[in-house]
């Protein structure tokens, strides 16, 4: 098939995969996170992939202050600079972004084909989940030329607590999966549980006022909880 196109298409077509196969991609490493509990702290980094007299860089992650915060501190310098002297900058964090900055003093590049930017350092304060979503992302040559780059962003769920966030043997159904009634909480429940221990993944839930209707089940993060006995 390639046999018979003329050389200067084949070339082209070549070109474009290389190019293709090499772009430069900002991203956060790991892309999904949990569900994860109340007060656990998650660190996130920031890498940049397949890049070429890479001079300096700026990055805005955005995210949902009710589901998560930033510790301190909120960010902590990567490896990508490594044998360059830089700067690193870090402004006071609002409640619910981070920007990071840095470059390399003077003049030079870095190539590479993954190199860490950045970790960010965050804590589950509320339930849900979040995005984190980087709004702004540029990276600069030893030229002071922007680079082309795609990114990719990642996500952080959060449980969604029981009212005693524990379940007893004794409660453990026969039959699995099905619907059942704790307290004043219905939910729908899958499980992964042996006796002695194990966890109840809770697949929907609603909360009910005592004496109230039940509602249809809504879709809900995922919740797992832990089996204890007897």
Do not use: C
Not at 187 to 203: C, R
């Amino acid at each position: 098939m390639l046999k018979s196109l003329p050389k200067w298409i084949i070339g082209f077509v070549l070109l474009s995969l290389a190019s293709l196969s090499s772009q430069t991609v900002v991203k956060i490493v790991p892309a999904q996170t949990g569900p994860v509990t109340t007060g656990q702290n998650i660190d996130l980094q920031v890498r940049i992939q397949n890049y070429t007299n890479l001079h300096g860089y700026s990055v805005v992650l955005l995210f949902n202050k009710a589901a998560v915060n930033l510790r301190s501190p909120a960010a902590s310098q990567g490896t990508i600079f490594s044998g360059f002297q830089t700067i690193f900058f870090v402004p006071p964090p609002s409640a619910d972004s981070l920007k990071v900055d840095a470059a390399i003093l003077g003049l030079g590049g870095v190539n590479g084909t993954d190199g860490l930017a950045f970790t960010a350092h965050f804590q589950s304060v509320g339930t849900g989940g979040t995005d984190i979503r980087m709004i702004l992302t540029k990276l600069k040559n030893a030229l002071n030329q922007d680079i082309p780059h795609s990114r990719e962003d990642a996500v952080i769920t959060v449980n969604i607590p029981l009212p005693d966030n524990s379940f007893t043997e004794a409660f453990i159904p026969t039959v699995s999966p099905g619907e059942v009634t704790y307290g004043n909480t219905k939910a729908k429940l899958d499980f992964n549980y042996t006796s002695g221990g194990g966890t109840v993944t809770i697949m929907h839930y609603e909360t009910q006022p005592p004496g109230g209707n039940s509602a249809p089940f809504n879709p809900d993060p995922l919740i797992t909880s832990p089996v204890v006995g007897p």
